[in-house]
């Protein structure tokens, strides 16, 4: 089994798809063991590059040249700010390839996660859009927390490519991206499953997958092993959480305890993060997903407790629509929602990372300026509670204040108010 494992985790098999799918390396140059490993794009012909390299090779000892590139060309290093670091230098030979695993990294960011369950509400149904998002908590919870557990690191560049930087600080495995990309379409499917357009999930959500599993090898952040990891962790968890969200929406939605449970409990899981020895992202991508979560269920469940969400009278009796009709409301719908998302973000964020500075006595100015380290406390803790305030914003707008102004602009889904 470790034999397995450590099969999966080699990074050649990441090299070996780079470079299928267009990928290639021309050189790594290292000016010094102590400096980081950058990737940096070559633009333009290899007669282009073996020039500019034969005349900028000044400064630079040929031993601290590795030539990967297999006699197609050489790389080409100027004597800038670039001596300050270690550089693999490659040029993209396909751009389908690359465009399409950059949208896939695209759908495993919080704002597309953001869409996506604003989208469920809006234009779907409110009820898939509540137990898909507690799906969703649970599964990127357990999965960020997996990493600073088990802290393997990401596949090493050289001789991966890292065509991505945003993501990594993060540990790898299991890959987040994996699990989201399994757990938030299979959990719309199921709570879909009798719907007449159940299809239509089925195949966004195969494509989903398959396109952000893959995006992670191409774009060199994980191994193929975090990748297996994260789907088989996802398909897990699935088998309990999807249970857990069918018969706990009820409550959530209903008790008036609800929101004092929720909250405590999202707090107890930023406070008590199962964090490692060094400051990673993880916690901040975290508590964004707590956050939203959080807004969201306490729109809804405001909604039921005034009365706004209620049972239908006549579950039968259904309004039909135009299709051209039903369009052109879903996309006012998704176009003033974000716009109201963005205005809550606007306003919220600021405020709430003013509010954090007051309370812990200390100014905003020192805290930017301050890099995060698990020793600086006080930006943490600035940056957790602003995160988790901004989130939880945006989470009520969603279910709450759009849905209203939907409904006051003449384009709200009347079924919304109905979906229990």
């Not at 990737?39 to 073996?50: L, M, N, P, R």
């Not at 979560?293 to 579950?315: E, R």
């Not at 629509?321 to 929602?337: E, I, K």
Request: glycine fraction near 8%; proline fraction near 5%.
């Amino acid at each position: 089994m470790r034999k397995i494992v450590s099969t999966l985790q080699d990074p050649s098999l990441v090299c070996r798809f780079q470079s299928y799918f267009g990928v290639v390396k021309l050189a790594e140059v290292e000016n010094d063991k102590k400096y980081s490993w950058v990737a940096t794009e070559v633009k333009g012909k290899y007669a282009e590059i073996e020039k500019d390299s034969t005349e900028n090779h000044n400064g630079i000892r040929s031993s601290k040249i590795k030539d990967v590139s297999n006699g197609n060309g050489h790389v080409c290093t100027e004597d800038t700010k670039e001596k300050n670091q270690n550089i693999v230098y490659y040029r993209i030979s396909n751009k389908f390839w690359y465009h399409l695993f950059l949208l896939g990294s695209l759908l495993g960011h919080e704002a597309w996660y953001a869409f996506v369950y604003s989208f469920l509400f809006w234009n779907v149904d409110g009820s898939v859009g509540r137990r898909v998002m507690l799906v969703g908590n649970f599964l990127f919870y357990i999965g960020q927390g997996l990493k600073d557990v088990i802290r393997w690191p990401r596949p090493p560049m050289p001789p991966v490519v890292r065509l991505e930087q945003r993501w990594a600080a993060e540990y790898g495995m299991p890959s987040t991206h994996a699990m989201m990309a399994l757990s938030l379409p299979m959990s719309v499917i199921i709570f879909t499953i009798n719907t007449p357009y159940v299809w239509v999930w089925v195949t966004i959500g195969s494509f989903w997958c398959v396109v952000v599993c893959c995006c992670r090898l191409y774009l060199g952040m994980h191994s193929v092993a975090d990748v297996l990891a994260g789907l088989g962790v996802a398909a897990f968890l699935l088998l309990f959480t999807i249970p857990i969200a069918e018969y706990g929406d009820y409550f959530l939605l209903t008790s008036p305890l609800a929101p004092i449970v929720t909250l405590i409990l999202s707090v107890l899981s930023i406070i008590y993060y199962p964090g490692s020895y060094k400051w990673t992202p993880a916690r901040g991508e975290t508590t964004y997903i707590i956050g939203g979560y959080f807004g969201t269920q306490l729109g809804c469940w405001l909604n039921y407790q005034l009365g706004i969400l209620h049972p239908a009278s006549d579950p039968s009796h259904v309004i039909l629509q135009p299709l051209l009709l039903q369009f052109l409301l879903s996309l006012a719908r998704v176009v003033l929602g974000l716009l109201l998302i963005g205005c809550i973000r606007a306003v919220v964020k600021p405020v709430s990372f003013q509010i954090g500075c007051f309370l812990l006595r200390t100014d905003k100015q020192t805290l930017q300026q301050q890099e995060f380290h698990l020793k600086n406390k006080k930006k943490l803790v600035v940056d957790l509670f602003c995160k988790f305030v901004t989130f939880s914003a945006i989470g009520f707008g969603i279910t709450f204040v759009s849905p209203l102004v939907f409904q006051l602009l003449g384009c709200d889904r009347t079924s919304y108010w109905t979906e229990i």
